[in-house]
T-cell receptor, first 113, second 110 residues
């Protein structure tokens, strides 16, 4: 069974731009969670989607948004990029909820200049 | 909400020695405790997990112990090898939330 895939793997943007990241979960998994990982803050939960609905949300500004499609694939969008948004963005999928075992993708490394 | 503390933040051992990483949690409702290994340039990979109805679980050189009374759980790696070098994360999970520790950078010296 294929693992979680994320595209693109690397991205360079400038301040003020917006970016869209994509995540394809493991086949059969309906929950997709997004995390931001930085050296200083560790793994920070962004939001979780289940059956196309946002089920939980972390403490991030409204510039961070996401959605999930009927095939469980998910996208996250960051608008008006700031330098501090530079991070590794990780997607994780699980069968039911994110309180179950989560399987992570390789991440998208975003650099904001 | 849940708060997870992980120690040490860095750990260096000689090849063949054992490594122990400890985590404490605050929410007594937490019932699932996974451990992840993250190698450079990769996402975290689940290596072992334990549920609150079990005190210990072992998988080859890796074991996890859980003390529900004290609210702490530990990862034990025996006979460490250079390929064990990575960042390890613990997590604690109740039915509403999963929180991660800050990570431990393990270096195994050949």
């Amino acid at each position: 069974k294929a693992g979680v895939t994320q595209t693109p793997r690397y991205l360079i943007k400038t301040r003020g731009q917006q970016v869209t990241l994509s995540c394809s979960p493991i086949s059969g998994h309906r929950s997709v969670s997004w995390y931001q990982q930085t050296p200083g803050q560790g793994l920070q939960f962004l939001f979780e989607y289940f059956s196309e609905t946002q089920r939980n949300k972390g403490n991030f500004p409204g510039r961070f948004s996401g959605r999930q499609f009927s095939n469980s694939r998910s996208e996250m969008n960051v608008s008006t990029l700031e330098l501090g948004d530079s991070a590794l963005y990780l997607c994780a999928s699980s069968f039911g909820t994110r309180t179950e075992t989560q399987y992570f993708g390789p991440g998208t490394r975003l650099l904001v200049l | 909400g849940e708060n997870v503390e992980q120690h040490p933040s860095t750990l260096s051992v000689q090849e063949g020695d054992s490594a122990v990483i400890k985590c404490t949690y605050s929410d007594s409702a937490s019932n699932y405790f996974p451990w992840y290994k993250q190698e450079l340039g990769k996402g975290p990979q689940l290596i072992i997990d334990i549920r609150s109805n079990v005190g210990e679980k072992k998988d080859q050189r890796i074991a996890v112990t859980l003390n529900k009374t004290a609210k702490h759980f530990s990862l034990h790696i025996t006979e460490t090898q250079p390929e064990d070098s990575a960042v390890y994360f613990c997590a604690a999970n109740n039915n509403n939330d999963m929180r991660f520790g800050a990570g431990t950078r393990l270096t195994v010296k050949p």
